[in-house]
């Protein structure tokens, strides 16, 4: 489908290891926009996108978390030495810009992570 | 204080009931505002933006009270699937579009 993609869908890796989630968004947005979402919680913003350039970055939680995006298109987020309290779905979103106050956010399914 | 406040709920409601979820931010430069939808285990899907006028699509009916910086939602005549935690969503002014996420409100309609 012509949705926003992300993978893997689950993954579940050991404390201390490193692991990258990745994001493809609706061809054609320019905005794309990480969060995070812990059980039974709200949407926590970790970064936003406008092509390749990241102008906000002010919701990584610590420097073991980084992301990039190419091509103004795929975004692949990177978390060093995990932690448990890493564990929770991160949430991949695009919109097309500029700037416009009413455009929507297209959503991703996820990435359930799980550190053990 | 939270960016975006709301009540968490639950609220149960029987089916054909009418029920309102209210939400609060706390920057007055807030430019765009949204209701978005989350059912179970899945993404979150715009249900609709708010406008300073009030909006009704169907069954939904928001508001904003840009003086109060207050939003709400009504839903008349609930469905079972209405049931889902309904989010408040608040784009501040310079923000790159970046939204803002209220941690939600659960409705759950019973038959």
């Known amino acids: 489908g012509a949705g926003v993609s992300q993978s893997p869908s689950n993954k579940v890796t050991e404390k201390g290891k490193d692991v990258e989630l990745r994001c493809d968004p609706i061809s054609g947005h320019t905005a794309l926009y990480w969060y995070r979402q812990s059980l039974g919680q709200g949407l926590e913003f970790l970064i936003y996108?406008?092509?390749?350039?990241?102008?906000?970055k002010s919701g990584l939680p610590s420097d073991r978390f980084s992301a990039e995006r190419t091509g103004g298109s795929v975004s692949t987020l990177t978390i060093q030495r995990t932690q448990q309290e890493d564990s929770a779905v991160y949430l991949c979103?695009?919109?097309?810009?500029?700037?416009?106050?009413?455009?929507?956010?297209?959503f991703g399914q996820g990435t359930r992570l799980t550190v053990v | 204080r939270k960016e975006v406040e709301q009540d968490p709920g639950p609220f149960n409601v029987p089916e054909g009931a009418t029920v309102a979820f209210n939400c609060t931010y706390s920057n007055s430069a807030s430019q765009s505002f949204f209701w978005y939808r989350q059912d179970c285990r899945k993404e979150p899907k715009l249900l609709m933006s708010?406008?300073?006028s009030g909006n009704e699509d169907g069954r939904f009916t928001a508001q904003l009270n840009r003086a109060s910086q207050y939003i709400s939602l009504l839903i008349r005549d609930s469905k079972l699937s209405d049931s889902a935690t309904y989010l408040c969503?608040?784009?501040?002014?310079?923000?790159?579009?970046?939204?803002?996420f209220g941690a939600g409100t659960r409705l759950a309609v019973h038959p």
């Open positions: 996108f406008q092509g390749n350039s990241a102008p906000d």
């Open positions: 979103a695009s919109s097309v810009f500029p700037g416009q106050a009413n455009t929507e956010a297209f």
């Open positions: 969503v608040v784009v501040p002014i310079g923000g790159y579009n970046k939204l803002i």
């Open positions: 708010v406008y300073s």
